[in-house]
RNA sequence: GCUCUUGUAGCUCAGUGGUAGAGCACUCCCUUGGUAAGGGAGAGGUCGUCAGUUCAAUCCUGACCAAGAGCUCCA
């Protein structure tokens, strides 16, 4: 057989061979290297016969990176591995500890148990001192194929093995890969050796996670590791979970009073307190206005509406598991709103509407209420009452596209208004396969269409995904990464021509018959909740000017310049900002400590020689500390920031 | 919803089978100060809730409530 290397050299090859062969076929100094390989473009061991006339390149400690996925693999064997020898310790058989899946994820591994006693996060230090040792015991990793019959054999003790091996084909070889004493099923690849794993991993936890993710099945004990070619991604990687905790949208939520959530009112229901409520307030007048630019007009609706409405609009049917329950009154049944869909389609149908009316853009910042599952609530990001910046876009159909252009244009305003630049779109498809999709598959098809155009023609990257569709049409979801590259998934739009056949809703077209509206639902933000809680997170709770719930702090340096600090106070107010007087007893110190504490953007420190000459000393938070400029003068200050906040600089 | 962990003052957290402590925040007094903590005093808790064991429970047991991590889900 033949393999062609990176440079087009083809290299001749005994048939079976491996990528090792392939790097002793080069030179001994590279055989030495060698930590893995690609074949066509996919990552490969070193024990693993090639494909014939495979495109290859070898993985050297050069580049460990690379391999990054094979050694995390390896690194989850010998975790595996580690875990047997730690309960082999407490005096329990091999047999004793059964094994799920434990496959390399992003930065990591991890490995599923079904273990005798429950594994605590204290033992996961003395496990991982256990796999440094297997690591340092040089362990040859090798693979060999074994007959069906003789796997099952091997695991009859491991239920869970015997599952796996029993799904695969009969006549095809099951691979073993053994490290020491250590053997399980695995199809790799892996490291050739346990001494050539990276030093630079972590456990960082245990939990609980379903047999093949089926909460019917038992539910196995979980050990989660970090990974990296070198110590210092994995001390970036560990600095990155402090500083996404210090951002924790739940700690920042309380230390800025911008929400709580309390249990007397119902979980998953929070409170906007005045802080966090002026965020929303300003997030909602921004939106506001950028929808007046583009002729949205604003309604409103109720937060119940009759069952037979959402009935109607299939909301009842295809989302009972996570609808609250209908509340009956009198003779009539209702229910909270899960959505504002079906209300804006019947204030469409109040009136009859002509081809010339169209489009109809509908918004409202509506609260909705659905009941998600009591694991799956999280501060402000997952919720059971939440507030949607929705808008409903009733269009001619030859209308779709210049809408959904106009409706991904503004989304990419917004957020390029608060810095989220890196935006990828994901377009949901319908899944063939599946029946849980309604309308008809040439509107679906067409629709879906559109929606790539449409991107495309907007030329951000984006992915397809099959099966991500709403049940009623295709959507495109926005997911923004945040300053620590974290991906957080926003707004979505949609294309829906179910709903307006399901509720009969038409226009007069020009040849005066009666036509169907297509429909655009679309919420740039998704949810104020949820785009608060990750503002929070990506500013770090150090918000712009315009959007921080408390803008600028004055400082008198003694009491006798709180007179002046107040006149000035009572300009901010007069042009609509936030401003506030710190006559505390503290001294001006202090003051300057507890602003910073709570991340007011500027402050002004007036003393004697401000108010002789009605100046101020400003100091004002930055990303690198604080910046100062003293003597300036207050109407040129005034000026400056009153700009900053009109222009949300 | 499921598994595990947690629940002590507004916040962060000590602690004990004999009904509780620190720092910060808060209130008051002194201090009138120049860019991240001046000093002193005081007030503040049914130790998540309800049962049980015990002479005695904040501590042990159970149930419930809530939170956190993970799994499953997300129009």
Same mark, same amino acid.
């Not at 199809?187 to 093949?212: C, D, E, I, Q, V």
């Not at 609706?301 to 509340?327: A, C, E, V």
């Not at 030859?398 to 917004?414: G, I, M, P, R």
């Not at 006798?560 to 600090?565: C, P």
């Given at each position: ?34 930590? %893995? ?29 690379? %391999? ?280 469409? %149908? ?48 030859? $209308? ?88 957080? $998934? ?60 408390? $803008? ?5 340096? %003694? ?91």
């Amino acid at each position: 057989m033949h393999v062609t290397l990176p440079d087009g050299k083809q290299l001749d090859l005994p048939q079976g061979a491996t990528a090792l062969d392939a790097a002793k076929a080069i030179g001994p100094r590279l055989a030495a290297d060698a930590l %893995a390989a690609t074949a066509n473009g996919d990552l490969v061991d070193l024990m693993t016969p090639l494909p014939e006339g495979a495109s290859i390149t070898l993985i050297t400690k050069k580049n460990p990176a690379d %391999a990054a996925p094979v050694f995390r693999h390896s690194l989850g064997h010998t975790l595996s591995q580690a875990v047997g020898e730690f309960y082999g310790r407490k005096g329990y058989p091999r047999e004793a500890v059964k094994r799920g899946v434990g496959p390399s994820i992003e930065n990591g591994f991890y490995q599923d148990f079904d273990l005798p006693e429950p594994l605590k996060e204290e033992d996961l230090p003395e496990i991982e001192a256990i796999m440094r040792e297997i690591i340092g015991r040089n362990l040859d990793i090798t693979r060999a194929d074994v007959g069906k019959a003789a796997a099952l054999e091997q695991f009859a003790y491991d239920p869970y093995k015997v599952e796996l091996i029993s799904e695969l084909p009969d006549d095809e070889p099951i691979t073993f890969y053994t490290q020491g004493d250590y053997v399980d099923l695995c199809r790799g690849p892996h490291f050739p050796n346990t001494g050539r794993l990276p030093g630079a991993f972590k456990l960082m936890s245990t939990s609980g996670a379903y047999w093949r993710g089926n909460e019917k099945n038992p539910i196995l004990q979980r050990v989660y590791g970090v990974a990296f070619a070198t110590q210092k991604e994995l001390d970036e990687y560990l600095h990155n979970l402090e500083e996404a905790k210090r951002r924790d949208h739940r700690k920042l939520g309380r230390e800025l009073e911008l929400f709580t959530i309390d249990p007397l009112v119902g979980k998953g229901l929070p409170l906007w307190l005045p802080n966090g409520t002026i965020l929303r307030e300003e997030l909602t007048r921004f939106l506001r206005e950028q929808q007046f630019q583009r002729d949205y007009q604003g309604v409103v609706t109720p937060n119940i509406g009759n069952l037979d409405l959402f009935r109607t609009s299939g909301h009842y049917q295809n989302y009972s598991d996570s609808n609250f329950s209908p509340i009956t009154v009198d003779d009539e049944q209702y229910m909270l709103k899960p959505m504002n869909c079906p209300f804006h389609v019947r204030i469409y %149908a109040s009136k009859p509407r002509s081809y010339r009316d169209l489009p109809v853009r509908l918004a409202e910042f509506g609260t909705v209420y659905r009941y998600e599952q009591s694991g799956e609530l999280n501060g402000l990001t997952r919720v059971r009452g939440f507030t949607q910046d929705d808008a409903h876009i009733f269009a001619r159909p030859d $209308q779709l596209k210049t809408e959904f252009l106009s409706v991904l244009d503004l989304t990419v305003l917004v957020l390029k208004t608060f810095g989220l630049n890196d935006v990828r779109f994901r377009v949901g498809t319908r899944d063939p396969e599946s029946d849980k999709y309604v309308g008809d598959p040439a509107q679906w098809a067409r629709a879906e269409r559109q929606i790539i155009e449409a991107v495309e023609e907007v030329g951000l990257p984006y992915t397809v995904e099959p099966g991500d569709a709403a049940f009623y049409g295709p959507k495109l979801d926005f997911v923004v990464k945040d300053v620590l590259g974290r991906e957080w $998934q926003l707004g979505t739009i949609q294309v829906d021509y179910n709903l307006p056949e399901r509720f009969d809703i038409t226009y007069t077209g020009e040849d005066g018959q009666d036509h169907r509206p297509v429909m655009i639902h679309r919420a740039p933000f998704g949810s104020l909740e949820r785009f608060v809680g990750i503002l929070i997170e990506h500013y770090g709770g150090d918000f712009p000017l315009w959007l921080a719930p408390r $803008q600028i702090m004055i400082i008198p340096i %003694a009491d006798r310049h709180n007179a002046y600090a107040e006149t000035l106070a009572s300009e901010f107010k007069a042009v609509g900002m936030r401003v506030e007087v710190d006559d505390s007893t503290n001294r001006m110190n202090a003051k300057v400590r507890s602003a910073e504490l709570n991340k007011i953007p500027v402050m002004l420190i007036v003393g004697d020689q401000e108010e002789a000459r009605r100046e101020v000393s400003v100091r004002e938070r930055t990303p690198e500390g604080h910046k100062e400029r003293k003597g300036v003068a207050f109407t040129d200050l005034l000026a400056e920031l009153q700009e900053r906040y009109r222009t949300r600089a």
